[in-house]
């Protein structure tokens, strides 16, 4: 199975500043079809996780566009460029390329300073 | 917009079979995407796939917990249920229902269901 490893695991943040998830995979996620199927998904405190980007940088509808997702073969980042305050809980990685089955980093719980 | 609800017993004993079921909504089971999938999250852990399958494929599941694993779907119910046989204390967790594209796999997640093994 791919093993996604996340960092850092916990990460505090100031309001407003940015911030930068790290989601590395055991082997390259690029699919034949040249995608990379790499997800990035928030999960608050007492609800189900919401995908905010698909296939490594497209982001989801109604996602803000202080988000944005990069990277390819084994490395990708999720990035917020400002922090608010809805931002706070577990952001986790997941890849979908070599399935089954899929796989999730051991996420990155974000809080505020 | 499909909407996923999960159902089912939020206590089961030690040795007995954990039962759910996922009801989707606002759309058809069978069009409105392809894959449903079960994934869990034990008390302040991270998430765990345990398996999914498409209306026209067979199932897959997570080989740890393979041997005690039955993932099925009822298109005429628009539904899709988790059987997880002899359970433990280490099966106490969130249940999940989720849907998703061919490509993508997971898109769309239901609320989630505790479900707390104990005698």
């Known amino acids: 199975d791919v093993v996604m490893t996340q960092s850092p695991l916990s990460l505090p943040v100031t309001l407003g500043q940015p911030a930068s998830i790290s989601c590395r995979s055991s082997?390259?996620?690029?699919?034949?079809?040249?995608?990379?199927?790499l997800s990035w998904f928030h999960q608050r405190p007492g609800q189900s996780p919401r995908r905010l980007i698909y296939?490594?940088?497209n982001r989801d509808s109604g996602v803000p566009d202080r988000f944005s997702g990069s990277g390819s073969g084994t490395d990708f980042t999720l990035k917020i460029s400002r922090v608010e305050a809805e931002d706070v809980g577990v952001y986790y990685c997941?890849?979908?390329?070599?399935?089954?089955?899929?796989?999730f980093g051991q996420g990155t719980r974000l809080e505020i300073k | 917009q499909v909407q996923l609800q999960e159902s089912g017993p939020g206590l089961v004993k030690p040795s007995e079979t954990l039962s759910l079921t996922c009801t989707v909504s606002?759309?058809?089971?069978?069009?409105?995407?392809?894959?449903s999938s079960w994934i869990r999250q034990p008390p302040g852990k991270g998430l765990e796939w345990i398996g999914h399958?498409?209306?026209?494929?067979?199932?897959y599941y997570n080989s740890s917990l393979a041997s005690r694993v039955t993932i099925s779907v009822d298109t005429s119910k628009n539904q899709f249920s988790l059987k997880l046989a002899s359970v433990t204390a280490a099966d106490t967790a969130v249940y999940f229902c989720?849907?998703?594209?061919?490509?993508?796999?997971?898109?769309?997640w239901g609320q989630g269901t505790l479900v707390t093994v104990s005698s």
């Open positions: 989720a849907g998703g594209s061919s490509s993508s796999k997971i898109d769309f």
């Open positions: 606002g759309g058809s089971i069978s069009s409105s995407y392809y894959y």
């Open positions: 399958m498409s209306y026209n494929e067979r199932p």
């Open positions: 082997q390259s996620l690029v699919y034949s079809d040249g995608n990379a199927y």
């Open positions: 296939k490594a940088s």
């Open positions: 997941m890849q979908g390329t070599y399935w089954p089955p899929v796989t």
